[in-house]
């Protein structure tokens, strides 16, 4: 795969609030899909991806939780970008213990009718 892509929930209305969020500012190419979608499944499978969170595949590497979330400033503008070296500065396991307790919560933030 070449291009780089995020996955996100597609039942879950923040997710789609920053998918949408997102789509509107990108500078760099980046497919954002549903997880739920059969591209979606056939790539959170071909990464042997099995967490309920929003995924990154970037460079042919995934990532997830903070770590996704970080690395799509940099398909943003220079403004969105120039946060990105100082998330990192924040430690990983405090990173993802927020982000878990954000993406737990997160039917209770935007809510999505079907």
């Known amino acids: 795969m070449s291009e780089d892509l995020l996955l996100i929930d ?51 590497n995934s990532y997830v939780f903070s770590s996704a979330a970080i690395r799509c400033l940099l398909y943003l503008g220079w403004h969105y970008r120039i946060l990105f070296p100082f998330a ?16 737990k919560n997160r039917q209770r933030i935007l809510y999505v009718k079907n």
């Open 88 to 103: 990192w500065l924040v430690p990983k396991f405090l990173r993802d213990a927020i982000y878990k307790i954000v993406s």
């Open 10 to 60: 597609g039942q879950c209305g923040l997710c789609s609030w920053s998918g949408q969020f997102l789509s509107k500012r990108l500078k760099r190419p980046l497919n954002i899909l549903e997880q739920e979608s059969a591209i979606g499944m056939s790539h959170m499978q071909e990464f042997n991806i099995e967490v309920d969170s929003l995924v990154l595949i970037r460079n042919n």
